[in-house]
C-alpha cells in the first residue's frame, strides 16, 4: 500500500532543477527555475533580483553628469550606448546642438562596442552549445576593440565617454589608423567565425527550428534588437528613428523572418557586418572642431517629460526623465531591452530539451545586470 | 637477461621461467601479478598524468593560447602538481547522499579501465595475458564504466548528477552496440578475436588498408562511436558544462574527482589503443607488400614506437573533435546511433562477411 502510493507521488511530483544564480550558462546571477518532465522543459520561472542596485532610485540624486556613470553599469557590453541615450536626452531637452566631430565619433564608438558585444557574444554562445573553443577566438578579437577604447578613453568595460554636450575627451591620436586596422583585420577574421561555428552540422541542427516565436509573439513580448530582428520585426532604431550619424550612413536593417535560435544568431553576425561598413564611411571623415560643448557644471532640466531611445547591443534602450527644474531628475526610468527579452523564456523553450533552453537563453544574449538594474 | 627491443618475448618468458625456477608455482604466481600490477599501475598514473597535460596543451594550440607552461620546462610538471593538489583535498561528503555507493562509483570507473589494460599488446610479446576472446574481453570490460557512472549519479542525491547519470547510461548502452559491431566487422576479416592474432595477420598491411571499404567505414563508426563512450566532446553530454554544471560528478571533490577524470582519460586511451591495434596494425610496422626496401626500414622502428605513435595520433583526432565541435542534443545523440550508425554498421558487416566469403583480396 505504502509503496503504491508513494509511486503514484513521484509520477505527480515536478522535477524542478535549479539553474542559478551560479550557473554556467545563465550568463550571471540570474535563477531560473525549470520544472523537467524527463529531459523536457515543461515550465521555465526566471527569478531577477539577484543583482538590483536600485540604480533608478540612485540616479535620483545623482546629476546628469554623474548618472552616465551609472547607465554604464547596466548593461556592461553596450556601456556607451546606454550612456548616448542619457546624454542625448539632456541635449535634446536643453536644445544644445553638439559638434559633428561629436557625432562622429559617438557612432563610431557606438558600432565598435557593438561589434564588440556580439563577439563575446558569440564566445558564450558557442560554449552554451559546448563548443569551447570559440570562446578564446572571440575573446582574442574583442581585446583589440578593448585596447582601442583603452587608449582614447582609459577604460576598458567601464567606458563612460560621453557626457551631455559631447564627450569627455579628445579621440588618441593613433585612433583612426587603429580602428582602420582593426577593420582590416576583422574582415578577415569573421568568416573564421562561420567555419568554425555557423557552418557546423551540429550547431545548425541544435539551433534551427528551436525556440520560435513569431512575429506578432515577438511585437507583443517586447522583443527589440537582435532577438526581434530575427523573428521579421523591423525595429532597428538606428533606422527608424536615426540620430547621431546614422541616417547619413548607407547600412542595412539585417532581417530574418525564421524567428529561431538560428536566425537570431545569424543576425548578430551579419550585423557585425554591418557595423563595419558603418564604421569604415566614417572613420575618414571625422571633421575638426570641439569635442565638446561648454556645458554648466550644474545642468537644471526644464520642467517636463523627457524620453530617448538609441539601438543598444540587445535591443532598444530607453531614458525616461521626468524633471522639475531641479538639478536631480524628479524621477528615472529605464527600458532595458534584456527585461522584455526575458519575458518570453518560457514561452520559447516550453516542450524543448533542456540544451535547447540553454541554446536559446544564449541566444537572446542576456546582461543580468540591465534585467535587474 | 634476453632484452631484444624488437621482440619482447624472449624478455617475458625469461621473467617468467626465473620466477618459476625460484619458488613454487603458487607463489611465483603471485609474485609475477604483483609484478605487472605495479607496473601497469605506475603506467596508468603516467599516461593518465600526461594525456591530461597533452590535452591542456593541445587545446591551448587549438584556442591560440600557451597551455600550462610555469611548472617545469613548459609546463611539463603541471599536471603532477595537479594531483598533488587533488590529494591534498578534503572529501566532501554529502548529507543523505548514499554513503556506500557514493564511495563505490569513482572506483568501479576506475576499475573497468584499468582491467582493459591487461589484454591490450603494447609490443610483440609485450602483454600481460593474451586472451583467445581478447576483443570480446575489451568489449565487455569497457562497458562495464558505465556502472560506475550511473552509482555516482544515483548516489550523490543531486539533481544535475541524476540526469547527467541517466543520459550517460543511455549513450553508453547505445553506442556500446556501434563499437561492438565495428569489432565484428575486424573480427570476420580476420577470423580471430585474439589481439596478438589481428597484429600478426596485419604484417604485410594494416586491416584498414587490407579490409576495402567496409574496414574503413568500421574505423570511422568506431572512432565515432568510441568517444561517445568515453563521454568525451562533442559526445559530453554526461558532464554537459553549460546545462548540468558536471554531470554525474559534480558532488565529488579531491582524488575521487581525480578517479573521474583520470579514468576518462584512460578509456580514451584504451580506445585509441583499440583502434590502434585492430584496424591500424597495433605494433606491427607499416608494410606494402611488393615494397622490400621500405617494408625493411620501417621495421628498424621499434614496435613500442609504432604503437605509441598510432594511438596517439588516434587520441590526437579525439581531442581535436572535442575542441571543434559543439555538444549533440540527446534525442540526436540517440537518432545518430540508431538511424544512422546502427543500420549502416549491420549493413558493413554483411558486406565484409560477403566480401570475405568471396576471397577477395585488395593484396
Not at chain 1, 13 to 38: A, C, D, F, W
Not at chain 2, 108 to 130: E, M, Q, Y
Not at chain 2, 302 to 318: E, H, L, Q, R, S
Not at chain 2, 321 to 346: A, G, V
Request: charged letters at 20%; one cysteine or more; proline letters at 4%.
Amino acid at each position: 500500500m505504502t509503496v503504491k502510493l508513494q509511486i503514484k507521488n513521484l509520477e505527480e511530483q515536478e522535477y524542478t532543477i535549479n539553474m542559478g544564480p551560479q550557473h554556467p550558462s545563465t550568463h550571471g546571477v540570474l535563477r531560473l527555475v525549470v520544472s523537467l518532465k524527463g529531459e523536457i522543459v515543461k515550465n521555465v520561472q526566471p527569478h531577477c533580483g539577484y543583482i538590483h542596485r536600485g540604480i533608478e532610485k540612485m540616479c535620483e540624486k545623482l546629476t546628469y553628469q554623474q548618472i552616465i556613470h551609472l547607465t554604464d553599469r547596466l548593461d556592461y557590453l553596450s556601456a556607451l550606448i546606454s550612456n548616448e541615450a542619457v546624454c542625448i536626452a539632456v541635449e535634446e531637452a536643453l536644445e544644445v546642438e553638439v559638434p559633428e566631430r561629436v557625432k562622429y565619433i559617438r557612432t563610431i564608438m557606438d558600432e565598435l562596442t557593438r561589434i564588440a558585444s556580439h563577439q563575446l557574444w558569440w564566445c558564450s554562445f558557442g560554449m552554451d552549445l559546448g563548443g569551447l573553443t570559440c570562446f578564446f577566438y572571440g575573446l582574442r578579437d574583442r581585446e583589440k576593440i578593448l585596447d582601442i577604447f583603452e587608449e582614447s578613453i582609459g577604460g576598458r568595460l567601464i567606458l563612460s565617454y560621453y557626457t551631455p554636450g559631447g564627450l569627455m575627451n579628445d579621440i588618441h591620436p593613433n585612433f583612426k589608423q587603429r580602428v582602420k586596422d582593426f577593420i582590416k583585420y576583422f574582415r578577415k577574421i569573421l568568416p573564421e567565425y562561420d567555419q568554425l561555428l555557423t557552418g557546423n552540422v551540429i550547431m545548425q541542427e541544435r539551433t534551427k527550428g528551436i525556440g520560435l516565436i513569431s512575429k506578432e509573439d515577438a511585437i507583443s513580448f517586447g522583443f527589440t534588437g537582435p532577438s526581434g530582428r530575427g523573428s521579421g520585426f523591423s525595429c532597428d532604431l538606428r533606422k527608424q528613428h536615426p540620430y547621431g550619424m546614422y541616417s547619413k550612413v548607407d547600412f542595412k536593417e539585417v532581417l530574418y523572418t525564421e524567428g529561431d535560435t538560428f536566425a537570431r544568431y545569424k543576425v548578430r553576425i551579419a550585423e557585425m557586418w554591418e557595423s563595419m561598413k558603418i564604421i569604415e564611411q566614417l572613420i575618414d571623415n571625422i571633421p575638426e572642431g570641439p569635442y565638446s560643448v561648454k556645458m554648466k557644471p550644474i545642468i537644471k532640466l526644464p520642467e517636463g517629460e523627457y524620453y530617448q531611445r538609441v539601438e543598444g547591443c540587445r535591443g532598444e534602450f530607453g531614458v525616461y526623465i521626468e524633471s522639475r527644474g531641479e538639478k536631480f531628475p524628479y524621477r528615472l526610468k529605464l527600458r532595458s531591452p534584456n527585461f522584455s527579452n526575458l519575458s518570453a523564456l518560457n514561452t520559447l523553450s516550453k516542450d524543448q530539451k533542456i540544451a535547447d533552453l540553454v541554446a536559446i537563453g544564449g541566444s537572446l544574449d542576456y546582461i543580468i545586470p540591465d534585467i535587474d538594474r | 637477461m634476453p632484452f631484444n627491443i624488437y621482440d619482447f618475448t624472449s624478455f617475458t618468458q625469461w621473467i617468467d621461467k626465473s620466477l618459476y625456477d625460484s619458488c613454487t608455482p603458487f607463489w611465483a604466481m603471485i609474485w609475477e601479478m604483483s609484478i605487472i600490477g605495479v607496473v601497469f599501475l605506475a603506467f596508468y598514473a603516467v599516461v593518465g598524468l600526461y594525456l591530461v597535460y597533452a590535452e591542456r596543451k593541445i587545446c591551448g594550440f587549438i584556442q591560440c593560447r600557451v597551455g600550462p607552461n610555469r611548472v617545469g620546462p613548459y609546463g611539463f610538471f603541471q599536471t603532477i602538481a595537479d594531483l598533488i593538489k587533488l590529494l591534498m583535498k578534503e572529501l566532501i561528503y554529502i548529507k543523505n547522499a548514499d554513503k556506500v555507493l557514493f564511495n563505490i562509483a569513482p572506483f568501479i570507473v576506475i576499475i573497468t579501465s584499468f582491467l582493459a589494460i591487461a589484454a591490450i599488446p603494447f609490443a610483440k610479446g609485450l602483454h600481460a595475458i593474451d586472451f583467445d576472446i581478447g576483443v570480446f574481453y575489451l568489449m565487455a570490460v569497457s562497458s562495464m564504466g558505465v556502472i560506475g557512472l550511473l552509482l555516482a549519479g544515483w548516489s550523490s542525491n543531486n539533481k544535475y548528477s541524476l540526469i547527467g547519470a541517466m543520459r550517460s547510461g543511455a549513450q553508453i548502452v547505445s553506442y556500446e552496440l556501434s563499437v561492438g559491431l565495428s569489432l565484428v566487422t575486424i573480427v570476420v576479416l580476420a577470423g580471430t578475436m585474439q589481439l596478438s592474432q589481428i597484429v600478426e595477420l596485419q604484417r604485410d598491411g594494416w586491416f584498414i588498408f587490407k579490409g576495402h571499404i567496409p574496414a574503413f567505414i568500421a574505423f570511422i563508426i568506431f572512432i565515432t562511436a568510441g568517444i561517445a563512450e568515453t563521454n568525451r566532446g562533442p559526445f559530453d553530454l554526461a558532464e554537459a558544462e553549460s546545462e548540468l554544471t558536471a554531470g554525474y560528478h559534480t558532488e565529488y571533490s579531491g582524488i575521487k574527482f581525480a578517479f573521474f577524470f583520470l579514468a576518462e582519460y584512460m578509456n580514451m586511451f584504451i580506445i585509441a589503443s583499440i583502434a590502434a591495434t585492430v584496424f591500424w596494425g597495433g605494433w606491427m610496422p607499416l608494410h606494402f607488400p611488393g615494397l622490400e626496401n621500405f617494408n625493411h626500414f620501417m621495421d628498424f622502428i621499434p614496435p613500442f614506437i609504432w604503437y605509441i605513435g598510432k594511438t596517439a595520433v588516434i587520441i590526437f583526432i579525439m581531442m581535436w573533435f572535442k575542441w571543434t565541435f559543439p555538444r549533440l542534443r540527446i534525442d540526436q545523440l540517440l537518432n545518430l546511433e540508431w538511424k544512422y550508425l546502427l543500420p549502416i554498421n549491420l549493413f558493413n558487416v554483411l558486406l565484409m562477411a560477403f566480401i570475405v566469403l568471396k576471397g577477395w583480396e585488395l593484396f
